[in-house]
Nanobody
Framework: QVQLVESGGGSVQAGGSLRLSCAAS????????MGWFRQPPGKEREGVAS????????YYADYVKGRFTIPRDNAEKRLYLQMNSLKPEDTATYYC??????????????????????WGQGTQVTVSS
């Protein structure tokens, strides 16, 4: 099983960019589908983007399409979230998630929060207007 640690959060003005990183340790990273979720203050956790094991399939929530990308590096066991044209409504704690291939991966790739999986501790992103 993998363990996940996010980094790269911070404060930025609207229109700016940030790149979040999720470092995985343990074995089998390349066999996990990966995703980013976020939890705005006082709201439920919501899906942002996800990617298949080989990187050939991606999902983006409508509210980030065209602004965010989710590359992964299986050799380095890292997942990224490149966030451009940030808006104040992107303010949230961002979490990295990993699930094994199969039904849980199908859920992740449809933007839904899987009932099981590995989660990081989160990193805060604050976008000011």
């Amino acid at each position: 099983q993998v363990q996940l640690v996010e980094s790269g959060g911070g404060s930025v003005q609207a229109g700016g960019s940030l790149r979040l990183s999720c470092a995985a340790s343990g074995v089998g990273y390349a066999t996990y589908c990966m995703g980013w979720f976020r939890q705005p203050p006082g709201k439920e956790r919501e899906g942002v983007a996800s990617i298949s094991t080989g990187g050939d399939i991606t999902y983006y929530a409508d509210y980030v399409k065209g602004r965010f990308t989710i590359p992964r590096d299986n050799a380095e066991k890292r997942l990224y979230l490149q966030m451009n044209s940030l808006k104040p409504e992107d303010t949230a704690t961002y979490y990295c998630a990993a699930v094994p291939s199969g039904i849980l991966c199908d859920l992740l790739l449809s933007g839904r929060r899987p009932p099981q999986g590995v989660w990081g501790q989160g990193t805060q992103v604050t976008v000011s207007s």
